[in-house]
Each structure stands twice: as C-alpha cells, then as structure tokens.
C-alpha cells in the first residue's frame, strides 16, 4: 500500500466493552509504533515493535493495553474493558529504520482511530 | 516535567509575516530532532528534520542548539496555508524512540 493504514477510522464503545484497533503498516517497514493523542496534546508513545518483536512498551497505561504483531506486519492494539480516559485518537507509524527511526528513515503515520468510550 | 516541551500559543501571524518559536528537551543524549506539522484532525506529517549545523528548507529554517537544548523553526513570508499545529520531536531514547512537544499552534491571517 502507498502509506500506513488505520481501521476502523471511528470507534465508540461503551465503557467496559474491549476494542481492537488495526493498523497495516508501509510494506517492508521494519519498525512500527503506537502513540495515542488525547485533544490539545502532542502523541504519547505507547510501544514499539522491531519486526515481530514488542521491544518497548513502557508507554502502555495499564495492563489492559494489549498490542501484538505476530508476523511482522499487521498489528493490532487491544484495550481490555474500556475507561472513558482512554477517549483518544489512536496513532500508528513505522519507518523503514531498524532500531526506531532516524534521519534518513523518518516515522510515517496513518491518520489514525478515533475512540471514543461512553 | 515533560521531555519535550513547548509553547501551545497560539502565534497569530500576518500573511506575509515571520514567525519563530522553539522547544526545549531535557534528554541531552539525544540525537535526532524533527519538526512536524498537524492539521486539525490529520495525522502529524514530517515537515522537515533538524541538523546540528542548522537547516533550510524553502520558507523554513530549523537551528539546533545543543548547550541550552533547544530547537527553533523559523517561518519566513507566512502563508495561509502555513495554519497548523507544529509538533517538536526528539528521540529520547537509545533505539530512536521519538518523544512529542504538544505542539505549537499557528495561525495565519490574511
């Protein structure tokens, strides 16, 4: 695909129910992220994954974030019983770099999942 | 405090005008600095790297000063299109994990 794509683009759910966010990185991208952005903020890591390999997830809130990308492609972000602070718009982004991204292989995002806890 | 930090403004900007603002990090090992430009609701977009020696690109000029651990961009002949969030990005990690300022709001008018 030409970028990083994000589904569903809207998400409502109703406060205890689990979610599950996709994101398709560019193909061959090696690293992949997630951030989430609440309103008025910048984005803040969640994780971070080097092919398959969950390297870093210091930036998850709680044990009820969940992410995986078992083939080194796809990922999915998991939220298990759902709060109202976890209203926010859910970013993904990879790069081409190993070892995160860097100057010659900068982040590209995908426009992102909306979710909204009611 | 945050590891990235910026003012929200907003910068109200004459066409035509310059505009300059910075972000400070606290990270002094890191090594890779970026501006990124969001729109309302859109996904941040790259706007241009940050160089030690200092970079241009077009109306845009990004300084880097490590001693006092800033970064700036600086916007020449401001257009309407220039309207957006700017997002300072360092990597405040070892493996080049990118650390978000909350933006600089801009806003041209005509």
């Known amino acids: 695909g030409a970028g990083v794509s994000q589904s569903p683009r809207y998400k409502v759910a109703k406060r205890g129910q689990d979610v599950a966010l996709r994101c398709d990185p560019i193909s061959g991208h090696v690293s992949l992220f997630w951030y989430q952005q609440a309103l008025g903020q910048g984005p803040e890591f969640l994780t971070y994954?080097?092919?398959?390999?969950?390297?870093?997830k210091s930036g998850l809130p709680s044990d009820r974030f969940f992410a995986e990308r078992p083939e080194g492609s796809v990922s999915t972000l998991k939220i298990q019983r759902t709060q109202q602070e976890d209203s926010a718009v859910y970013l993904c982004a990879s790069s081409s770099a190993t070892g995160g991204a860097s100057y010659n292989s900068p982040l590209h995002f995908g426009n992102g999942t909306r979710l909204t806890v009611t | 405090r945050k590891e990235v930090e910026q003012d929200p403004g907003p910068f109200n900007v004459p066409e035509g005008a310059t505009v300059a603002f910075n972000c400070t990090y606290s990270?002094?090992?890191?090594?890779?600095f970026f501006w990124y430009r969001q729109d309302c609701r859109k996904e941040p977009k790259l706007l241009m790297s940050?160089?030690?020696s200092g970079n241009e690109d077009g109306r845009f000029t990004a300084q880097l000063n490590r001693a006092s651990q800033y970064i700036s961009l600086l916007i020449r002949d401001s257009k309407l299109s220039d309207s957006a969030t700017y997002l300072c990005v360092v990597n405040g990690d070892s493996w080049g994990k990118l650390q978000f300022g909350a933006g600089t709001q801009v806003v041209v008018t005509p």
């Open positions: 994954f080097q092919n398959e390999a969950q390297l870093d």
């Open positions: 990270n002094s090992a890191s090594q890779s």
């Open positions: 940050v160089y030690s």
